[in-house]
């Protein structure tokens, strides 16, 4: 038996089973051999017959946000950098937010609702107007799709476990360790992972 089936058997397939749908978060399993999606925490932004699509929360780059989108720094929460939100077409950027408490998204059409507090962003609003309404938001270049029963698939072959998001985990500090965090708060056994370490050589 290979270590990813031993914990796709042992762990998230013994899991009770979130489906996936927008604003749940697909968190990598443990020992994940894939470097693009390894620790990774996927935040769905759509789910359909047709695709899903979502963003990794968890990949700091090292470029600035003032150097490629300046005008959205008041927005912006800090550390005000670029984040990688998948390997597909990173010359396009979503924009994820935390609104400020009070705020009626059915009111605000710069805003896609995806969960209590969380947001899609329409980037071709005016960003004063979004800071207006946000506590703090991501950009993200790239993001992550798959095709029809994909995402099924790898759920059920044990890659992945489906969770709610929280709106902070769009705006967590830098040094934060999302991945660890999100696991955390989950329900035994899944918390014993979360020390689980990021290179397994580390072991």
């Given at each position: ?8 058997d042992?762990?998230?397939n ?8 927008p ?11 894939s ?6 925490v996927?935040?769905?932004?759509e ?7 979502g963003?990794?929360?968890a ?6 946000v ?13 550390p ?8 597909l ?6 924009g ?12 605000a059409p710069q ?27 991501r950009l ?5 799709e ?26 967590v500090?830098?040094r ?28």
């Amino acid at each position: 038996m290979s270590m990813s089936d031993f914990y796709a058997d042992r762990l998230f397939n013994a899991l009770e089973r979130n489906e996936p749908a927008p604003g749940m978060l697909l968190v990598a399993a443990p020992g994940m051999l894939s470097d693009e999606f390894n620790r990774s925490v996927v935040l769905i932004i759509e789910h359909n017959e047709h695709l899903t699509f979502g963003v990794n929360l968890a990949s700091r780059s090292d470029l600035a946000v003032f150097n490629v989108m300046p005008d959205w720094l008041p927005a912006v929460a800090k550390p005000q950098a670029l984040y990688i939100g998948g390997p597909l077409n990173q010359q396009s950027v979503v924009g994820l937010a935390m609104t400020k408490a009070g705020v009626d998204m059915e009111t605000a059409p710069q805003l896609n609702r995806l969960a209590n507090r969380l947001a899609h962003v329409d980037l071709r609003a005016d960003p004063g107007d979004i800071a207006e309404l946000v506590e703090g938001m991501r950009l993200f270049a790239g993001y992550a799709e798959w095709a029809p029963g994909q995402l099924d698939g790898e759920i059920d072959r044990g890659d992945w476990f489906v969770t709610p998001a929280l709106p902070t985990d769009v705006i967590v500090p830098g040094r934060t360790d999302l991945w660890g965090d999100v696991m955390r708060r989950q329900q035994p056994p899944l918390p014993l992972f979360s020390t689980f370490p990021a290179d397994l050589m580390d072991n």
